[in-house]
């Protein structure tokens, strides 16, 4: 802790002269980490297909491509995000008073980022922190530390100011005590919802502020509508890309009674023909610690009376591999794991429900709220149910790839956590909003409800609510030329 303490009391001052930078100067430097990306491609996709386990494909379209595409847009759109900007008065009465906001960094952000999604994640974190004017603590999973390593390479060609930016490796349990100990002025955290909650608690003492991104249970509603073939392979790859390990992934598939049976015959025959393997379409799970508590989940759920409706060929629950089978349960109940609890593995479940309304109680029946989707060819309609589904994310016709759009926040609700990550949402959350207040009225020497008081002033201010608050036109008219009086206490001695 000790050396996470002097780490954010050098990466304090640098921020200093960081800070104070101009804009067009910090992404300049982040432009010189745009073509480092551009230069290693491949050896970074390698990476993290090694370490995380997810293959060569996933780990290029998932993280490497969005985390290109991320930098492009906030050193684009970082200036705006950062501009002041005034605010429209909110009454006449006020009409001399200008306000304005402006944004100011934290100073030293602490990020703590998942081994799901080691590069992605805490990429745009660290390059929205930086561009607000913050200096960066990293800490990334101890199951992918050479991605870490990878990261620090990334800003190490940015040429930023020494101490800047750090990546530290320490064990996972500790991580969260030694960041806020040791003074980090907010804390950005990927992970666990338990782990959340224990990190909330250790920062309440001093009110420092928390951005969770936690997990989900979320659910994807098929309607009688929807192009059966599209969203049955939609769901596969949301389903069990990474090998089921995403937070915002597909897991209570809710289709309408008319089409279920086409659409799990379909969702089945794919995933009957999912290849499992390093190089095929879905990898390993990261670790075993995670295999065996996804196999634990499975096995109370068919306990339960589940049934396994389709499995693909390769991976077992069964060894000490770190392959794991593709699988489809039905006949699940909402008390069952897959049901109640984030199944963090390629497992998805696969229910009947009569009607929208059904679908809807069910999907917001979870205490997560990350993600969703609603599959229909009426884009009204699917809109207006998306539009109720309580969930940070929800996604037409599409399921958890808004993870890669920069533009879009990335957050939810609930036991999903608080705050946001990506987009101008995802920007301010680097930063602290100010407002300044400015009296623009020339000569005045006091407001009007300024000592010393008297039954004039408390008339005058009685009259102008009147003014705003009478209940009919004859009483407001009433009020004015009482309004008019108290008016020239503005330039009274």
């Not at 990474?242 to 799990?264: D, K, M, T, W």
């Not at 634990?296 to 392959?323: H, M, N, T, W, Y």
Request: proline fraction near 5%; aromatic fraction near 8%.
């Amino acid at each position: 802790m000790a050396d996470i303490g002097k780490k954010i009391r050098a990466a304090r001052q640098a921020q200093i002269l960081w800070g104070g930078l101009a804009y067009g100067e910090r992404a300049g430097h982040l432009k010189k980490a745009a073509l480092y990306l551009g230069d290693h491609i491949d050896e970074l996709t390698e990476l993290i297909h090694r370490e995380n386990g997810k293959v060569k494909i996933d780990a290029l379209a998932a993280e490497v491509l969005p985390a290109v595409m991320a930098l492009g847009y906030y050193i684009k759109r970082g200036r705006q995000f950062l501009a002041s900007r005034p605010l429209r008065g909110g009454n006449l009465l006020m009409f001399n008073k200008k306000s304005r906001m402006i944004y100011k960094p934290y100073g030293v952000v602490g990020i703590i980022s998942p081994w799901n999604y080691p590069f992605a994640i805490p990429f745009s974190e660290a390059v929205m922190a930086l561009l607000a004017g913050n200096a960066v603590i990293l800490k990334v999973a101890s199951d992918t530390p050479g991605v870490g390593r990878a990261l620090e390479a990334v800003f190490a060609a940015a040429s930023l100011p020494d101490d800047l930016f750090s990546y530290v490796e320490i064990p996972g349990k500790e991580a969260g005590p030694a960041f806020i100990a040791g003074g980090v002025d907010k804390l950005f955290f990927t992970g666990s919802t338990s782990v959340g909650r224990e990190l909330m608690a250790l920062a309440a003492p001093r009110l420092l502020p928390l951005v969770l991104e936690l997990g989900g249970a979320d659910a994807a509603i098929i309607r009688a509508d929807a192009d059966t073939d599209r969203a049955a392979a939609g769901i596969l790859w949301a389903g069990f890309s990474n090998a089921g390990q995403s937070c915002g992934g597909a897991q209570r598939i809710l289709v309408h009674r008319e089409i279920y049976e086409p659409f799990l015959e379909k969702l089945c025959v794919l995933v009957q023909n999912l290849k499992v393997g390093a190089e095929g379409d879905m990898g390993p799970m990261t670790t075993l610690r995670q295999k065996r508590a996804v196999e634990k989940q499975v096995e109370a759920c068919l306990s339960g009376g589940a049934r396994i409706a389709a499995q693909s060929p390769g991976g077992s629950f069964r060894d000490d591999g770190l392959f794991a089978p593709a699988l489809v349960l039905t006949g699940v109940t909402e008390t069952m794991p897959v049901m109640a609890e984030e199944i963090f593995g390629p497992v998805v479940a696969v229910v009947p429900v009569a009607d929208d309304e059904e679908a809807l109680r069910i999907a917001n029946g979870s205490s997560y709220g990350l993600t969703g989707s609603v599959w229909s060819r009426n884009h009204r309609r699917a809109k207006e149910i998306a539009a109720r589904i309580n969930a940070g994310a929800v996604m037409v016709n599409d399921h958890l790839m808004s993870h890669g759009l920069a533009e879009t926040p990335w957050g939810g609700f609930g036991d999903s956590g608080l705050g946001r990550t990506h987009g101008e949402a995802g920007f301010r959350e680097m930063l602290k909003a100010q407002v300044v207040v400015d009296d623009i009225l020339p000569g005045a020497r006091r407001n009007l409800w300024w000592q010393p008081y008297s039954e004039r002033t408390y008339r005058g201010i009685r009259a102008i609510t009147e003014l705003l608050a009478g209940t009919t036109l004859g009483r407001r008219i009433k009020a004015l030329p009482q309004v008019m009086k108290i008016v020239f206490r503005y330039w009274e001695k």
